[in-house]
């Protein structure tokens, strides 16, 4: 889904930078690195293009790091509360918080 800036400080192409360079350009939870192409397995393991070690992988992915608001308030944009997150695991993040917003509409 695209970002609506309108609901981020006027910043925060700059802020998000911060953020991921601060966590070394990796995800801050599995430490995949940014902009890689990995293959996960059926467990969410990664492994990079070119060690497969006999396993079998649908599709390779590209990284793209985003950053994360951990209370879930994107008016809290304090350096504190913003993780870098990959796809996967910005998914995982949010899949309970999106569960629970829903069941309250």
């Known amino acids: 889904m695209p ?3 309108k609901k981020y400080p006027k910043n925060w192409k700059w802020l998000s930078k911060q953020i991921i360079e601060r966590g070394q350009n ?3 939870l599995c430490f995949v690195k940014n902009h890689s192409i990995i ?3 059926e467990i969410g393991q ?3 293009e070119t060690y497969y070690d006999g396993h079998t992988f ?4 590209k990284i793209v790091l985003t950053v994360h608001h951990i209370n879930f ?9 913003l993780i870098a997150l990959c796809q ?9 918080h999106k569960i ?5 509409r």
Do not use: A, F, Q, V
């Open 88 to 96: 996967r695991c910005h998914c995982k993040l949010d899949l309970h």
């Open 58 to 61: 649908k599709k390779k992915i």
């Open 73 to 81: 308030n994107l008016e809290d944009s304090h350096p504190l509360n």
């Open 3 to 5: 970002i609506d800036y």
């Open 46 to 48: 990664w492994w990079g």
């Open 26 to 28: 990796c995800c801050e």
């Open 39 to 41: 293959c996960r397995d």
């Open 100 to 104: 629970k917003n829903r069941k309250r």
